[in-house]
């Protein structure tokens, strides 16, 4: 099992980003997929998730609005646009893949890739 996160970088803030997470050793197709990130000495967060039909999606108060996750099923793929960034979004990002439980909780969460770093200057 594989998820490469990648699209992270430095940016302005106010800027955009979008991120990506290829998988690949399990049925994509299957599973939910969610986004979290951990800001430097601070727990991970949940960010955002999406159902694996594309259907309803999830987000953290703190970026609903400004972050838009969807997922292409067939290149198994999900991404995370992320518009209006500011300071304090600042942290590494993960994706991950879950089938049950809540989507919010990280202990749901079956797979996790390895983070991109998304740094926002202001």
């Known amino acids: 099992v594989q998820l490469q996160a990648s699209g992270g970088g430095l940016v302005q803030a106010g800027g955009s980003l979008r991120l990506s997470c290829a998988a690949s050793?399990?049925?994509?197709?299957?599973?939910?997929m969610g986004w979290f990130r951990q800001a430097p000495g601070k727990g991970r967060d949940f960010v955002a998730a999406?159902?694996?039909?594309?259907?309803?999606?999830y987000y953290a108060d703190t970026v609903k609005g400004r972050f838009t996750i969807s997922r292409v099923n067939a290149n198994n793929t999900v991404y995370l646009q992320m518009n209006s960034l500011k300071a304090e979004d600042t942290a590494a990002y993960f994706c991950?893949?879950?089938?049950?439980?809540?989507?919010?909780?990280?202990?749901?969460?079956?797979?996790w890739g390895r983070g991109t770093l998304v740094t926002v200057s202001s």
């Open positions: 991950a893949a879950r089938r049950y439980g809540s989507v919010s909780s990280r202990s749901n969460y079956e797979y």
């Open positions: 999406i159902p694996w039909n594309g259907g309803n999606t």
């Open positions: 050793g399990f049925t994509f197709g299957s599973y939910d």
